[in-house]
């Protein structure tokens, strides 16, 4: 494949921009300098661009975003922040897009992947991977809540939510953890409205068997690992919400 293209296909740079950086001499090729971007290269080269090796994925790519606050979920929008914007250009690739939602006021854990195969698989409501937030009540967690979310609420404007576990967070008065097993829109939220209480924030802290990682700071992300992504897509396990409750400190 030419040079150019390989780069393309593994940046967020345009052809113009690649031909450019190639001929002014910051890309190497096997550790020399090639100025040329018809360049033929293979996958068993080793590419630096301005110094830092690039690597093609040709298998699905994923990374890991601490959501922080004031920013949309979407790729493109034409007045708030997005979360594209957090991205490092060296992690930055073509069709990279957010794997569902969390609403601009809510923080942690957030996945971005360039394989819409990958994306369904982890949002379809039939694979029940278990998306599990924490939050900050306005007023006294409540005993009934447990029993009412888990038979499942129908919320005032008809939308029906999928039963839903709910526990108190030890030794506090309005912090919970909270798993469901679907998205639907600022359904935590309309949730515990419903039930009679108020989010004052929220945080997704885990999905699957895969947890926030306490090291990773507001606006900071990461490539998963092939075992990360496993962990990703493991279904509800009945003690993890316990665990969380116990082990949960804001991140």
Not at 35 to 56: F, M, S
Not at 87 to 115: A, C, E, H, Y
Not at 211 to 216: E, K, M, R, T
Request: with cysteine.
């Amino acid at each position: 494949m030419r040079l150019d293209k390989w780069l393309s296909d593994a940046t967020n740079y345009t052809r113009s921009q690649l031909k450019q950086l190639i001929r002014s001499g910051q890309v190497t090729v096997n550790d020399c300098i090639v100025k040329r971007p018809e360049t033929a290269v293979c996958q068993t080269d080793t590419i630096c661009l301005q110094g830092k090796p690039v690597t093609a994925d040709t298998f699905c790519y994923c990374l890991l975003l601490h959501k922080p606050l004031g920013y949309v979920c979407a790729v493109t929008d034409a007045t708030e922040k997005t979360v594209m914007e957090l991205i490092p250009p060296d992690l930055q690739r073509k069709g990279l897009f957010p794997v569902g939602r969390l609403d601009k006021d809510t923080t942690g854990l957030l996945l971005l992947t360039n394989d819409g195969a990958f994306s369904h698989a982890l949002l379809a409501p039939r694979r029940h991977i278990p998306k599990y937030y924490w939050m900050q009540l306005a007023r006294p967690y409540e005993v009934q809540y447990a029993e009412q979310l888990a038979a499942g609420l129908t919320l005032a404007d008809g939308t029906h939510c999928l039963p839903a576990e709910i526990l108190p967070i030890p030794n506090t008065e309005r912090e919970a953890v909270i798993c469901l097993q679907e998205g639907k829109y600022h359904q935590v939220r309309r949730m515990m409205a419903a039930v009679g209480n108020h989010v004052e924030q929220l945080q997704r802290i885990a999905m699957g068997g895969l947890c926030l990682p306490s090291d990773l700071l507001p606006g900071d992300c990461v490539p998963l690992t092939a075992v990360q992504m496993e962990l990703l897509q493991q279904p509800n396990d009945p003690d993890r919400l316990r665990l969380l409750a116990e082990k949960y400190k804001k991140w």
